[in-house]
């Protein structure tokens, strides 16, 4: 009966956390109280809610308990950490510290230089991605010391990451300057771009496929392949060859 009474308090837990995500999606709470829900769920040391930045190419701490330089490491290298590439997987359901292969913590400066010397020894890097399939963000908790499995939380944690990826984008940064002003000439552009395809349609004069686009812009190559054909529609132009030569004329540039 002890059992049954602990996964429904972390049900009602679970519960809290997804109450405070939807009250920052309509912006009548802070990041924070996610994180303060959070604990309920997860017993940690430090934990951190972040947003991606694409054009920046970093993440924005939206609430955090990391130390400076932890936080640091999170905004501007952990995109660039060896394990990265294996959280970011859409298909994963979070990486717990505990699951990452001996070798690849041994290559990760993250674990190495940022975590261990904390003390870190368990916790989770969730990825958040939207409907659309876009990278928006992440959730980061660490604790001193390992869980005890089995380990009801972790199940919870990857139901709760819908809430919370809406809640991160909810928090993206307006339309880049040259998409809210347009600049000369824009009003020619048959039909009009989002902000995201004027990135893909960017990353087009490079000749790049819809893969290495996609690992570019942090989604998938099949969103890739939509934003395509949308902006093929758009611009009335047969291929994306044809497309590229009209982003080069407007002096289009991927973000390097």
């Given at each position: 009966m002890a059992a049954q009474h602990d996964t429904a308090d972390l049900l009602d837990s679970a519960l809290r956390?997804?109450?405070?995500?939807?009250?920052?999606?309509?912006?009548?709470?802070?990041?924070?109280?996610?994180?303060?829900?959070?604990?309920?769920?997860?017993?940690?040391?430090?934990?951190?809610?972040?947003?991606?930045?694409?054009?920046?190419?970093?993440?924005?701490?939206?609430?955090?308990?990391?130390?400076?330089?932890?936080?640091?490491?999170?905004?501007?290298?952990?995109?660039?950490?060896?394990?990265?590439?294996?959280?970011?997987?859409?298909?994963?359901?979070?990486?717990?510290?505990?699951?990452?292969?001996?070798?690849?913590?041994?290559?990760?400066?993250?674990?190495?230089?940022?975590?261990?010397?904390?003390?870190?020894?368990?916790?989770?890097?969730?990825?958040?991605?939207?409907?659309?399939?876009?990278?928006?963000?992440?959730?980061?908790?660490?604790?001193?010391?390992?869980?005890?499995?089995?380990?009801?939380?972790?199940?919870?944690?990857?139901?709760?990451?819908?809430?919370?990826?809406a809640a991160v984008a909810s928090r993206e940064a307006g339309p880049p300057p040259e998409a809210a002003a347009p600049e000369p000439g824009a009003a020619a552009r048959p039909g009009g771009l989002s902000p995201r395809e004027l990135e893909v349609l960017a990353e087009l004069t490079t000749g790049r496929t819809n893969r290495q686009i996609a690992e570019r812009l942090y989604v998938t190559p099949r969103t890739v392949g939509t934003h395509i054909e949308h902006i093929l529609a758009k611009l009335d132009v047969p291929n994306r060859a044809a497309a590229a030569a009209r982003a080069a004329a407007w002096g289009l540039a991927p973000v390097p």
């Open positions: 956390v997804r109450e405070a995500a939807r009250s920052v999606t309509a912006g009548t709470a802070g990041a924070d109280t996610v994180l303060t829900a959070l604990a309920e769920v997860v017993e940690h040391d430090h934990a951190s809610l972040s947003r991606w930045d694409p054009r920046r190419r970093r993440h924005t701490t939206l609430a955090g308990s990391y130390p400076e330089d932890a936080t640091a490491y999170i905004e501007a290298r952990l995109h660039q950490d060896p394990v990265f590439p294996v959280l970011r997987s859409p298909a994963r359901g979070g990486l717990w510290l505990g699951d990452v292969p001996k070798d690849l913590l041994a290559a990760s400066p993250g674990f190495q230089d940022v975590l261990s010397p904390l003390g870190i020894e368990d916790g989770v890097a969730q990825c958040l991605f939207a409907a659309d399939g876009r990278y928006v963000g992440m959730l980061n908790i660490s604790v001193r010391g390992r869980r005890r499995p089995p380990d009801p939380a972790r199940a919870v944690v990857t139901l709760l990451t819908e809430s919370l990826a």
